[in-house]
Nanobody, 115 residues
Framework: QVQLVESGGGLVQPGGSLTLSCVASRSIFRLATMGWYRQAPGKQRELVAILTSSGSTNYVNSVKGRFTISRDNAKNTMYLQMNNLKPEDTADYYC?????????WGPGTQVTVSS
């Protein structure tokens, strides 16, 4: 079983930057597909960024060029660097790991983009 914990959320002005972190309870990043999801009130949860075990990345169109997903295998930590934040980015952000038939989620961290 893998436990995931997100951190780094907070209040940011439009155009600002924020980095989210996701720490895994054991070394899985060489085997697992990792992702960042977000969910705003009244909206469905959506995938915003994905990082495969081979290092490939992909992003939802609305964040391409602004967000970067990465990992530090030695620290069992995944990151989401968010630049040029917009009010529409406001949501709860969740870390996800897919390892075989196991699908693990963190408890989430809040991101609010507002003046």
């Amino acid at each position: 079983q893998v436990q995931l914990v997100e951190s780094g959320g907070g209040l940011v002005q439009p155009g600002g930057s924020l980095t989210l972190s996701c720490v895994a309870s054991r070394s899985i990043f060489r085997l697992a597909t990792m992702g960042w999801y977000r969910q705003a009130p009244g909206k469905q949860r959506e995938l915003v960024a994905i990082l495969t075990s081979s290092g490939s990345t992909n992003y939802v169109n609305s964040v391409k060029g602004r967000f970067t997903i990465s990992r530090d295998n030695a620290k069992n930590t995944m990151y989401l660097q968010m630049n040029n934040l917009k009010p529409e980015d406001t949501a709860d952000y969740y870390c996800n790991a897919q390892l075989g038939q196991q699908n693990s989620w963190g408890p989430g961290t809040q991101v609010t983009v507002s003046s």
